[in-house]
């Protein structure tokens, strides 16, 4: 799988195994099948890092932006409003692709229809901004009517309005936390309060998110996102363990052998910042593909929605 990324994958090999060595020990990838299906788990994460720098580089024509155009693609989507200087719908895509998130089996079908309005226009932040309150009213009207899933990552999220998860409650959470002045604004301010560095910025952010039904999870993939697409300049500096399942799991399990082996979660940070330290991956890829890759350590399973 992926020839052009063997020696990627060849490098990444050696230095797990250089580290369980020579810096410290990787009882979870003791044997080669193991430590080759990580190596492949942070290729398939460094893969998705790769495909956003790729999706900003080339000019995004419109329609690409338009959910009722059919040619709609939520990446591209927000490169576009990048590219024309719209920051505001591009922050606002963000938060609709985290919330939705994107299923293997329907893509980004959800998100598309409630965005383009079932075809009736588009809520675009400027509306929903002057009236929140018309967005949710609309989807408790038409919600029977969308089609597609939540993305493995909200997959206990509704679109009922009498949910205790409805959409309605965490727009409104969202659209609080920005706060009126918009996410220029928002970021800018956060900015200054926090300093210049990417990773104490981030931190700041992710403690400040007031968002309904965003665990965990959801905080760090949208700010990821954020970062990734330069709406904000920041980046995870830790993996952030704390509240964390499949990641934590995963760290358990490259370093002490057992998926629920004894480590505080400042230990785990410890020690994946040591790790990162020889394989230069950055926290997103690192938190990436540890959850990845406890699902099936010793078989390569490329996870995509």
């Not at 020696?7 to 080759?36: E, K």
């Not at 709406?231 to 998926?259: C, D, V």
């Amino acid at each position: 799988m992926w020839p052009s990324r063997q020696q990627q994958r060849a490098q990444i090999f050696n230095a797990l195994q250089n580290h369980s060595a020579n810096v410290r020990n990787l009882p979870g990838v003791a044997v080669n099948l193991a430590r080759d299906t990580l190596a492949m788990q942070f290729v398939a994460s460094l893969r998705r890092e790769d495909y956003y720098k790729r999706v900003q580089e080339k000019d995004v024509p419109a329609r690409k932006a338009d959910p009722n155009s059919g040619s709609f693609d939520a990446e591209r989507a927000v490169a576009f409003h990048m590219q024309n200087g719209n920051v505001e719908e591009a922050a606002w895509l963000v938060f609709l692709m985290t919330h939705f998130a994107r299923p293997a089996s329907s893509g980004w079908l959800r998100l598309r229809q409630v965005y383009g309005r079932l075809g009736g226009g588009i809520w675009d932040w400027q509306t929903v901004t002057a009236n929140p309150q018309a967005m949710i009213n609309w989807l408790a009207a038409y919600w029977m009517n969308i089609e597609g899933k939540f993305g493995n990552h909200r997959k206990y999220e509704s679109l009922r309005p009498d949910s205790n998860r409805s959409f309605g409650d965490v727009l409104q959470s969202y659209v609080d936390w920005i706060g009126p002045a918009g996410h220029q604004a928002f970021f800018a301010a956060m900015i200054q309060k926090s300093g210049n560095n990417p990773a104490t910025i981030f931190d700041a952010l992710y403690r400040s998110m007031k968002v309904r039904t965003f665990g965990r999870l959801a905080k760090f993939d949208y700010l990821a996102l954020i970062g990734r697409y330069g709406i904000a300049h920041i980046e995870p500096g830790s993996a952030y363990f704390k509240g964390a399942t499949g990641p934590a799991s995963g760290a358990r399990l490259l370093f002490t052998g057992s998926h629920s082996g004894a480590a505080t979660e400042a230990q785990l940070q410890s020690w994946v910042d040591e790790l990162d330290a020889g394989l230069h991956v950055g926290m997103a890829v690192m938190e990436d593909a540890l959850c990845n890759w406890q699902k099936d350590p010793t078989n390569f399973v490329h996870y995509k929605g």
